[in-house]
Protein backbone atom coordinates (compact mmCIF):
# COMPACT_ATOMS: atom_id res chain seq x y z
CA UNK A 1 0.00 0.00 0.00
CA UNK A 2 1.30 3.14 -1.04
CA UNK A 3 2.09 5.79 2.20
CA UNK A 4 0.01 8.48 0.39
CA UNK A 5 -2.71 7.86 -2.03
CA UNK A 6 -5.04 9.90 -4.58
CA UNK A 7 -6.92 9.48 -7.13
CA UNK A 8 -5.14 10.85 -10.28
CA UNK A 9 -8.12 12.41 -12.34
CA UNK A 10 -8.25 14.15 -14.32
CA UNK A 11 -10.83 15.60 -13.10
CA UNK A 12 -12.61 18.36 -15.83
CA UNK A 13 -15.24 20.24 -14.45
CA UNK A 14 -16.77 23.74 -15.99
CA UNK A 15 -16.09 26.94 -14.14
CA UNK A 16 -18.57 27.77 -11.23
CA UNK A 17 -18.58 23.87 -10.68
CA UNK A 18 -17.27 22.62 -6.91
CA UNK A 19 -15.10 19.95 -6.73
CA UNK A 20 -13.39 17.51 -3.93
CA UNK A 21 -10.02 15.38 -3.82
CA UNK A 22 -9.39 13.10 -1.13
CA UNK A 23 -6.71 11.37 -0.06
CA UNK A 24 -5.57 8.64 2.33
CA UNK A 25 -2.35 7.73 4.22
CA UNK A 26 -0.97 5.07 5.86
CA UNK A 27 0.49 5.65 9.04
CA UNK A 28 -1.54 6.82 11.78
CA UNK A 29 1.30 8.44 13.84
CA UNK A 30 1.00 11.25 10.92
CA UNK A 31 1.45 14.36 12.72
CA UNK A 32 0.73 17.24 9.74
CA UNK A 33 -1.03 17.40 6.57
CA UNK A 34 -1.05 19.68 3.60
CA UNK A 35 -2.24 20.40 0.26
CA UNK A 36 0.35 21.76 -2.58
CA UNK A 37 -0.98 23.09 -6.01
CA UNK A 38 1.86 22.57 -8.74
CA UNK A 39 1.49 23.94 -12.17
CA UNK A 40 2.89 21.77 -14.92
CA UNK A 41 6.59 21.92 -14.81
CA UNK A 42 6.51 24.13 -11.78
CA UNK A 43 7.20 23.98 -8.46
CA UNK A 44 5.11 22.47 -5.61
CA UNK A 45 3.55 25.61 -3.97
CA UNK A 46 1.73 25.33 -1.01
CA UNK A 47 -1.75 25.57 -1.01
CA UNK A 48 -3.10 25.11 2.58
CA UNK A 49 -2.22 22.99 5.74
CA UNK A 50 -4.97 20.57 7.03
CA UNK A 51 -6.20 21.18 10.58
CA UNK A 52 -8.03 18.51 12.90
CA UNK A 53 -10.64 20.61 13.05
CA UNK A 54 -10.91 21.32 9.42
CA UNK A 55 -9.74 24.80 8.16
CA UNK A 56 -11.10 27.54 5.32
CA UNK A 57 -9.39 30.12 2.95
CA UNK A 58 -11.28 31.83 0.93
CA UNK A 59 -13.20 28.84 -1.86
CA UNK A 60 -10.70 26.56 -0.68
CA UNK A 61 -11.80 23.94 2.18
CA UNK A 62 -9.91 21.28 3.90
CA UNK A 63 -10.79 18.22 6.00
CA UNK A 64 -9.26 15.62 7.78
CA UNK A 65 -10.35 12.07 9.56
CA UNK A 66 -8.16 10.93 11.52
CA UNK A 67 -10.03 7.77 12.13
CA UNK A 68 -10.61 7.12 8.39
CA UNK A 69 -7.06 8.69 7.89
CA UNK A 70 -8.27 10.49 4.70
CA UNK A 71 -7.93 14.09 4.05
CA UNK A 72 -10.29 16.03 1.80
CA UNK A 73 -9.83 19.24 -0.32
CA UNK A 74 -13.27 21.40 -1.80
CA UNK A 75 -12.69 23.98 -4.44
CA UNK A 76 -16.07 25.61 -4.40
CA UNK A 77 -16.89 28.25 -7.49
CA UNK A 78 -14.12 27.05 -9.57
CA UNK A 79 -11.91 29.36 -11.77
CA UNK A 80 -10.05 28.99 -14.68
CA UNK A 81 -6.72 29.65 -12.67
CA UNK A 82 -7.68 26.46 -10.68
CA UNK A 83 -6.44 24.59 -13.32
CA UNK A 84 -3.17 22.18 -11.64
CA UNK A 85 -2.75 19.04 -10.03
CA UNK A 86 -3.64 19.30 -6.35
CA UNK A 87 -0.84 16.96 -4.45
CA UNK A 88 -1.67 15.03 -0.82
CA UNK A 89 1.29 15.81 1.14
CA UNK A 90 1.99 14.55 4.84
CA UNK A 91 4.84 15.07 7.26
CA UNK A 92 6.39 11.29 8.63
CA UNK A 93 9.33 10.19 9.67
CA UNK A 94 10.69 9.44 13.06
CA UNK A 95 11.39 13.17 13.66
CA UNK A 96 8.29 13.75 12.18
CA UNK A 97 10.78 15.25 9.31
CA UNK A 98 9.88 14.00 6.23
CA UNK A 99 7.10 14.60 3.92
CA UNK A 100 5.18 12.03 1.75
CA UNK A 101 3.91 13.52 -1.55
CA UNK A 102 0.96 11.53 -2.89
CA UNK A 103 1.06 11.42 -6.98
CA UNK A 104 -1.28 14.25 -7.22
CA UNK A 105 -4.95 14.67 -8.28
CA UNK A 106 -5.09 16.66 -12.23
CA UNK A 107 -7.88 19.35 -11.98
CA UNK A 108 -8.90 20.83 -15.63
CA UNK A 109 -11.64 23.89 -14.89
CA UNK A 110 -13.26 24.64 -18.73
CA UNK A 111 -15.09 27.58 -19.81
CA UNK B 1 14.01 38.20 -5.60
CA UNK B 2 13.01 34.46 -5.37
CA UNK B 3 13.73 32.77 -1.90
CA UNK B 4 14.83 29.41 -3.09
CA UNK B 5 16.93 29.88 -6.00
CA UNK B 6 18.45 26.66 -7.98
CA UNK B 7 20.80 26.91 -10.57
CA UNK B 8 21.10 25.65 -13.83
CA UNK B 9 17.20 25.58 -14.40
CA UNK B 10 18.25 23.19 -17.36
CA UNK B 11 20.87 21.06 -18.04
CA UNK B 12 21.85 18.19 -20.83
CA UNK B 13 24.79 16.03 -20.04
CA UNK B 14 26.25 13.03 -21.21
CA UNK B 15 26.54 9.56 -18.91
CA UNK B 16 29.20 9.51 -17.04
CA UNK B 17 29.94 12.75 -16.15
CA UNK B 18 29.85 14.23 -12.80
CA UNK B 19 26.91 17.19 -12.06
CA UNK B 20 26.55 19.38 -9.67
CA UNK B 21 22.84 21.16 -9.25
CA UNK B 22 23.14 23.99 -6.34
CA UNK B 23 20.46 25.16 -4.18
CA UNK B 24 20.61 29.06 -2.28
CA UNK B 25 18.24 30.49 0.13
CA UNK B 26 17.28 34.06 1.75
CA UNK B 27 14.70 32.44 4.02
CA UNK B 28 16.91 31.98 7.06
CA UNK B 29 15.85 28.38 7.31
CA UNK B 30 17.92 25.60 8.77
CA UNK B 31 16.64 22.89 6.97
CA UNK B 32 17.10 21.96 3.26
CA UNK B 33 15.71 18.80 1.07
CA UNK B 34 16.80 17.62 -2.53
CA UNK B 35 13.78 15.46 -4.01
CA UNK B 36 13.52 14.35 -7.44
CA UNK B 37 10.04 14.06 -9.36
CA UNK B 38 9.36 11.70 -12.55
CA UNK B 39 6.39 11.36 -14.56
CA UNK B 40 3.42 9.48 -12.63
CA UNK B 41 5.52 9.44 -9.30
CA UNK B 42 5.26 11.25 -6.42
CA UNK B 43 8.13 13.52 -5.19
CA UNK B 44 11.17 11.62 -3.95
CA UNK B 45 13.80 12.09 -0.98
CA UNK B 46 17.28 12.29 -2.09
CA UNK B 47 18.67 13.80 1.12
CA UNK B 48 17.94 16.38 4.05
CA UNK B 49 19.64 18.64 5.77
CA UNK B 50 18.95 20.30 9.32
CA UNK B 51 22.38 22.38 9.36
CA UNK B 52 25.63 22.42 7.85
CA UNK B 53 27.10 19.27 10.09
CA UNK B 54 23.58 17.27 10.49
CA UNK B 55 22.97 15.64 6.55
CA UNK B 56 20.65 12.60 6.06
CA UNK B 57 19.88 10.10 3.27
CA UNK B 58 16.17 10.18 2.11
CA UNK B 59 14.35 7.30 0.59
CA UNK B 60 16.59 7.13 -2.82
CA UNK B 61 20.24 8.36 -2.23
CA UNK B 62 21.95 5.54 -4.37
CA UNK B 63 24.14 7.99 -6.67
CA UNK B 64 23.98 10.74 -5.22
CA UNK B 65 25.93 13.21 -2.61
CA UNK B 66 25.85 16.45 -0.92
CA UNK B 67 27.36 19.14 0.31
CA UNK B 68 25.62 21.92 2.89
CA UNK B 69 28.26 24.88 2.25
CA UNK B 70 26.31 26.97 4.78
CA UNK B 71 23.19 27.34 6.10
CA UNK B 72 22.18 28.88 3.10
CA UNK B 73 23.34 26.70 0.35
CA UNK B 74 22.84 23.14 0.06
CA UNK B 75 24.59 21.10 -3.06
CA UNK B 76 23.29 18.27 -4.93
CA UNK B 77 26.14 16.02 -6.50
CA UNK B 78 25.74 13.06 -9.65
CA UNK B 79 29.38 11.69 -9.20
CA UNK B 80 28.51 9.88 -12.46
CA UNK B 81 25.06 10.49 -14.38
CA UNK B 82 23.40 7.71 -15.72
CA UNK B 83 20.27 7.71 -17.91
CA UNK B 84 17.62 6.82 -15.26
CA UNK B 85 18.93 9.93 -13.39
CA UNK B 86 16.92 12.33 -15.65
CA UNK B 87 14.08 13.97 -13.74
CA UNK B 88 13.15 17.01 -12.47
CA UNK B 89 14.84 18.06 -9.33
CA UNK B 90 13.56 20.54 -6.49
CA UNK B 91 15.26 22.19 -3.68
CA UNK B 92 13.01 22.99 -0.27
CA UNK B 93 13.54 24.79 2.37
CA UNK B 94 11.42 24.31 6.12
CA UNK B 95 11.68 26.27 9.32
CA UNK B 96 9.11 24.86 11.21
CA UNK B 97 10.00 22.00 13.50
CA UNK B 98 6.88 20.70 14.37
CA UNK B 99 5.16 20.95 11.09
CA UNK B 100 7.67 20.83 8.68
CA UNK B 101 5.37 23.19 5.69
CA UNK B 102 8.09 23.34 2.62
CA UNK B 103 8.90 26.08 0.20
CA UNK B 104 10.40 24.80 -2.48
CA UNK B 105 12.55 26.03 -5.51
CA UNK B 106 11.89 26.52 -9.04
CA UNK B 107 13.57 23.40 -10.12
CA UNK B 108 16.53 21.84 -12.56
CA UNK B 109 15.44 20.05 -15.48
CA UNK B 110 18.03 17.25 -16.04
CA UNK B 111 18.83 15.40 -19.40
CA UNK B 112 21.16 12.66 -18.90
CA UNK B 113 21.77 11.17 -22.45
Known amino acids: RKEVEQDPGPFNVPEGATVAFNCTYS??????FFWYRQDCRKEPKLLMSVYSSGNEDGRFTAQLNRASQYISLLIRDSKLSDSATYLC????????????FGTGTRLQVFP | DADVTQTPRNRITKTGKRIMLECSQT?????MYWYRQDPGLGLRLIYY???????NKGEISDGYSVSRQAQAKFSLSLESAIPNQTALYFC????????????FGPGTRLTVL
Open chain 1, 27 to 32: NSASQS
Open chain 2, 49 to 55: SFDVKDI
Open chain 2, 27 to 31: KGHDR
Open chain 2, 92 to 103: ATSEDRVRNEQF
Open chain 1, 89 to 100: VVNMGARADKLI
